[in-house]
């Protein structure tokens, strides 16, 4: 049996079949396995929330969706190794956030990967399906290869082999669950290519029928920091962090990067590199008002508006979204309890589900009871 490719729908780009074109694409009928996840490394940004865990939410609401949502704890630990007395904190800190903007335990499997040796198992048999030269010869792990040896207090280090490994463990994650649909951002699409070839292989070689996962894209332009920097890090101290207090809100967007040629209000403005109106861009949902107000700005004049007005409403939007999410935070933040249930109900049913489908895929592999 080959390979079904589930989702074939009119939307489809047929030029890029490992792409799904938006969720809307997504609520017809079938259920179809999600998969996707997280590396574990602390509190989450509004770049998670609109890269990520916005089309996660939506995700959780189709009844057709099984989502599966993995704190990838050991993935982390391929660049991250010397940090292993913050992954404790970070993944409750990572979950905490989950629950805070409203993911359910309930309705979607949080799986924690180290719970789930199962993983561990079928990414050591799928090294042997990736081509050394394919599995190095990619892209997104390239790039991030050269930021670790540009890492200052990693000069010295090697870049490990878990390391270069883990786009392959990445398949494993997705096919143990037999994940169709994956959200991811862009530079995780070499990722989705190199899973859909080596699942095809196991398929073809085992007669096995995993489906070939899809990346779910992001819809959301990237997000700048808040000082106009294309990356938004805790390093460089231009977050806006999901549980921030409204006075932390108003710092960051005070710093905001505008246009200094608009010396006073009714001087003309340009809004090229306005990084509140970009935020505004994404996060205000009133367009029209957007855009009167972009007009304003740029005219210049009597009727014009200035930065103070832009940022108080920037202000003002962010803390709508923030504010109910800082509450439930500290909700669960009083329940530790909480959070480790949620992991480990969700970890025992996913690796109920792995073992089962491993068992499968030995099965089938020969590779079971010998002697018997
Ligand atoms: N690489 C993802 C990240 O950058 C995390 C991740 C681990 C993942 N396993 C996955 C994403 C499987 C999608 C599918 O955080």
Known sequence: ??????????????????IIDGIGNLAGDGTRNCLTGMRPSGRLHLWHYKWALENWLKLQELPNIRNNFLIADYQVLGDHLGETERLRESVIDMVIDWMA???????????????????????????????????????????????????????????????VNYPVSQVADIMLLRGEIVPVGEDQIPH???????????????????????????ETPRLVGTDGNDKMSKSLGNTIYLTATLKEIKTQVNKMYTDPGKTNVEAKGNIEKHVAFQYLDIFYGNREHLAELKARYIAGGPGSVGDGEIKGLLVKVLEELIAPIRERREYFVQRPELVAEAIESGSKRAREEGQRILRELKGAM???????
């Open 192 to 218: 989705i290519e190199l899973a859909r070839k080596i699942i095809k292989r196991v398929n073809t070689m085992y007669g096995t029928d995993f489906p070939l996962p899809r990346a779910l894209i992001s």
């Open 101 to 163: 903007i409203g993911l359910d335990p309930e309705k979607s499997n949080f799986i924690v990967q180290s719970y789930v040796p199962e993983f561990a198992e079928l990414f050591n048999f799928l090294t042997m399906f990736a081509p050394y030269s394919v599995a190095t010869n990619n892209p997104t792990l390239k790039d991030e290869m050269k930021k670790i040896e540009l890492r200052d207090e990693w000069a010295n280090a090697s870049i490990s082999l878990g390391f």
């Open 1 to 18: 049996m080959n390979a079904p490719d589930t989702i074939d729908d009119e939307a489809t780009d047929k030029k890029r079949p490992h």
């Open 366 to 372: 020969g590779l079971l009871d010998y002697g018997r």
